[in-house]
């Protein structure tokens, strides 16, 4: 159990980190949205749901790439052999 005021420090904690993240998801937003191209929004939700699914069954793979097409390039990862 917290003390009164552990709970109330606790409580502007959060607070201030639920503002810090918006600010920077803030920020991320303005950044990608000076590209050249227009970000398709609507894509979002269901990647973010598709992100949750394979980190909540642990799939590896690369949730982060795009599909091929218009607009975007593929990306080619090589291992390094030390």
Same mark, same amino acid.
């Given at each position: 159990?917290?003390?009164?005021?552990e709970?109330?420090?606790f409580?502007l @904690?959060?607070i201030?980190?639920?503002y810090a993240a918006?600010r @920077?998801?803030e920020r991320?937003?303005?950044?990608? &949205?000076?590209?050249?191209?227009?970000v398709?929004?609507?894509?979002?939700?269901?990647?973010?749901? /598709?992100v949750?699914?394979?980190?909540?069954l642990f /799939?590896?793979? @690369?949730?982060?790439?795009l599909p091929? &097409?218009? &607009?975007?390039?593929k990306?080619?990862y090589?291992?390094i052999e030390?």
């Amino acid at each position: 159990m917290l003390f009164p005021v552990e709970k109330i420090l606790f409580t502007l @904690a959060v607070i201030a980190t639920l503002y810090a993240a918006g600010r @920077a998801i803030e920020r991320l937003v303005r950044i990608i &949205g000076r590209g050249h191209s227009k970000v398709d929004w609507s894509l979002v939700p269901r990647r973010l749901i /598709e992100v949750i699914a394979r980190m909540g069954l642990f /799939e590896s793979g @690369a949730p982060w790439q795009l599909p091929y &097409g218009a &607009g975007y390039s593929k990306i080619s990862y090589k291992r390094i052999e030390l």
